[in-house]
């Protein structure tokens, strides 16, 4: 479910009550030209305080990957499995967070734009990584925060996360697992999924859409990219996922990596079933057909 490459929400009410919709952070650039260019820089104390809160949580589990990679379907799985909830960044960054402009400027930056889709695409390469390196270190705060002073429950994170190099600062590498699939995968699943439709809906609706789908699918593999790198250097787990593998066999190898507790659910009609033969073999009593299906319907809805 997660996608780096989403657009923010622009009505989103701050915490100052006031409005950030030119919000932008610049500087001079070097070049003799003077012209001014969109720089974020990543707010390394966040991560720092970030790390005293996360790095103690020893049953928090965190699949990150690129966007279309799998990690949700997998999560999911893995949740199915061993009744292990699932926290969606997704959902914490574009829904129930909010946002300090003045802790979070890159975040800020970005949602408050007039068109955060067109905004963010319409940045050169090197500044639109800066603005996710940075954005990252402010996920990290925000879930610290949210955390802080909660019980250590099992708690498997999905997604959210484009720089490794960041996470794995604030928590340790071998809590941390990504998954990987081909280029061809991800751009078969970005065009034809029907799942990606609004995505692809909303920038054909971009001036010069064609083009700015090229892009988007472009910053896209520089960011899975840069995950897969930054995953390698920070000694983080890579799991590949193919067309041979299902999710449930990748979901079972995350499971065997991580020794996590695998809970089976009751088969009520076998036991059911069990339990009838034992009477009639023991009490030489029948069960009718129609009492063991009322018993074994108890209760569903």
Known sequence: MNCPLRTGFANRSWPSGESFANISLFFPDANRSGTLRLMFTTNESLIEQAALVLAKRENLRWIIGGACSGKSTVCRAISERTGLPVD??????????????????????????????????????????????????????????????????????????????????????????????????????????????????WIAALPDGAAMWRRFLEYDRLMTATIGRECRDGYIQVFNWDDTIEANQLAGQVIDHW???????????????????????????????????????????
């Open 88 to 201: 969606d960044m997704d959902e914490a960054v574009f829904g129930r967070w909010r946002f300090d402009p003045d802790r979070h400027p890159a975040t800020t930056a970005w949602f408050t734009a007039e068109n955060p889709l067109g905004w963010m695409l319409s940045l050169p390469w090197p500044e639109f990584d800066a603005l996710y390196r940075a954005a990252n270190a402010e996920y990290l705060d925000l879930l610290a925060n949210e955390l802080d002073g909660q019980p250590d429950k099992p708690l498997l994170i999905d997604g959210g996360i484009t720089h490794p190099a960041v996470l794995v600062r604030a928590v340790p590498a071998e809590r941390i697992l990504c998954v990987e699939t081909s280029d061809d995968r991800r751009q078969r699943e970005w065009e034809t999924a029907p799942e990606r439709d609004e995505m692809r809906q």
């Open 259 to 301: 020794s996590l507790s695998v809970t089976q659910p009751v088969d009520i009609e076998s036991v059911l079933y069990e339990a009838r033969k034992l009477r009639e073999l023991t009490d030489g009593f029948s069960i009718s057909d129609d009492e063991f299906n009322a018993a074994k319907n108890f209760g569903r809805p």
